[in-house]
């Protein structure tokens, strides 16, 4: 059974950078696409960014510029490079998998493996 497990959370200052990594087991990521979504305390989980079995990405509009999915099948991981971050990007980042497409519509019947979450601070 797929399980997905995050990593690379943490503390920064606005204005740096972070990389989440997300690695699976269980299952191969080759033909799923993969997402990665956040909480911010007090609000609803919104879509940051996904990528589609082929590589086609789609960002949130508040990500578009900073953010980056990237996937490296050999290593069965999903990547989120945050540059420039800024205090409201902080939050419970969740990785999922599902479906080849790619949605950040929180909505969409896309994913149905997630992961535990891992915190990210941003200090202003």
């Known amino acids: 059974q797929l399980r997905l497990v995050e990593s690379g959370g943490g503390l920064v200052q606005s204005g740096e950078s972070l990389r989440l990594s997300c690695e699976a087991s269980?299952?191969?990521?080759?033909?799923?696409?993969l997402g990665w979504f956040r909480q911010a305390p007090g609000k609803e989980r919104e879509g940051v960014s996904c990528?589609?079995?082929?590589?086609?990405?789609k960002y949130v509009d508040s990500a578009k510029g900073r953010f980056a999915i990237s996937r490296d099948n050999d290593k069965d991981t999903v990547y989120l490079q945050m540059n420039a971050m800024k205090h409201e990007d902080r939050a419970v980042y969740f990785c999922?998998?599902?479906?080849?497409?790619?949605?950040?519509?929180?909505?969409?019947?896309?994913?149905?493996?997630w992961g535990q979450g891992t915190q990210v601070t941003v200090s202003s």
């Open positions: 269980g299952f191969g990521l080759d033909f799923l696409g």
């Open positions: 999922a998998a599902g479906l080849a497409t790619c949605d950040i519509s929180v909505s969409a019947p896309v994913y149905n493996r």
């Open positions: 990528i589609t079995s082929g590589g086609t990405t």
